[in-house]
């Protein structure tokens, strides 16, 4: 596609469910980040892949976050046991090699947790 | 801990006249400084960015400033435009991460 597609764009979980974040990227992009915003907060680096290397993973905030990244495209973020706190937009970003002037950002996926 | 720091949550600016967006930074391994701008339920989109080896780059009615020895960078928008109203975004790289800042809301006045 012509630009970096996240879905779903609105999710409202109760508290303890999981839920799973899907993020397309644009074609032939190597690298793939996630960021979060929390109300009246900057964009939060949670995790990024790059190419074939093992992602960094410093960004996430507990172990109920992960993340994977199937045969270099699509990624999914998947946050387990939901607490109100995990409420924010989650963005992702791809971007060709290391040109950091390149990141594209999708819509993001706002969640709710009630 | 913020590496990147926006002080002011919001600016209003008259249309016509000179916006300045100011954002500080601590960490001095950082070597490339961008500025993103985002609309309500968009994701942010690049506008401009700067190297630290430059105190300027300029792209339009855009133009950055960074002052190294201060930690400091701003962003001049001239004349400001009412589609500028938008939310801007400071940021910084050290490597192949982008650390952002809080941002700050643009009103252009009519």
């Known amino acids: 596609g012509a630009g970096v597609s996240q879905s779903p764009s609105n999710k409202v979980t109760e508290k303890g469910k999981d839920v799973e974040l899907r993020c397309d990227p644009i074609s032939g992009h190597t690298a793939l980040y996630w960021y979060r915003q929390s109300l009246g907060q900057g964009l939060e680096f949670l995790i990024y892949f790059q190419g074939n290397s093992a992602p960094d993973k410093s960004g996430l905030p507990s172990d109920r976050f992960s993340a994977e990244r199937t045969g270099g495209s699509v990624s999914t973020l998947t946050i387990q046991r939901t607490q109100q706190e995990d409420s924010a937009v989650y963005l992702c970003?791809?971007?060709?090699?290391?040109?950091?002037?390149?990141?594209?950002f999708g819509s993001g996926t706002r969640l709710t947790v009630v | 801990d913020q590496q990147v720091k926006q002080n002011s949550p919001s600016l209003s600016v008259q249309e016509g006249r000179i916006s300045i967006l100011n954002c500080d930074y601590t960490?001095?391994?950082?070597?490339?400084f961008l500025w993103y701008k985002k609309y309500p339920a968009e994701g942010p989109t690049f506008l401009i960015s700067i190297s630290s080896i430059k105190d300027k780059n300029e792209d339009g009615r855009f133009t950055v400033f960074l002052n190294k020895s201060a930690k400091h960078l701003s962003l001049h928008i001239v004349p400001s435009q009412p589609g500028d109203s938008a939310v801007y975004f400071c940021a910084a790289s050290a490597g192949d991460k982008i650390i952002f800042g809080k941002g700050t809301r643009l009103h252009i006045l009519p």
């Open positions: 960490n001095s391994m950082f070597d490339y």
């Open positions: 970003a791809s971007v060709q090699d290391r040109d950091r002037d390149g990141y594209t």
